[in-house]
C-alpha cells in the first residue's frame, strides 16, 4: 500500500507563503498524475490543483493565480507553492493521485491563515 506523506504546513499571516510538501512511497508516482486537495472544517474535500505526468498544470479558481504545482519525479513528491494567503485558504491539506485518488490518504498537513 503506498504510503503519502504530506509536510510543510503552519500558522501564517494573511498575504503570507507556504511551501507544502507530499511524499509518496512508490517509484511508480512518476506514472501518475497527482493532486491537491484541502477540507476546511464542516466542508467536503476539494480538489485545488493538479499536474499531470507530462506536467501540466490545473487549478480550482479558488486558487488559481496563487497556488503553484509541481512535481520532482526523481524524489516522488509533489509540491504546492502557495502565496498570498487568504483566510479561506485554511484547511487540512492532503495530496493524492489525479483526478481519480487510488492510494489511501495520508495524515495531511494544516495551514492555518490568521493574523
Known amino acids: 500500500q503506498v504510503q503519502l506523506v504530506e509536510s510543510g504546513g503552519g500558522l501564517v499571516q494573511p498575504g503570507g507563503s507556504l511551501k507544502l510538501s507530499c511524499a509518496a512511497s512508490t517509484s511508480a508516482f512518476r506514472f501518475y498524475g497527482m493532486g491537491w486537495y484541502r477540507q476546511a472544517p464542516g466542508k467536503q474535500r476539494e480538489r485545488v490543483a493538479d499536474i499531470t505526468i507530462g506536467g501540466n498544470e490545473k487549478y480550482s479558481d479558488s486558487v488559481k493565480g496563487r497556488f503553484t504545482i509541481s512535481r520532482d519525479d526523481a524524489k516522488n513528491t509533489v509540491y504546492l507553492q502557495m502565496n498570498s494567503l487568504k483566510p479561506e485558504d485554511t484547511a487540512v491539506y492532503y495530496c493524492?493521485?489525479?483526478?481519480?485518488?487510488?492510494?489511501?490518504w495520508g495524515q495531511g498537513t494544516q495551514v492555518t491563515v490568521s493574523s
Open positions: 493524492n493521485t489525479a483526478p481519480g485518488q487510488l492510494w489511501r
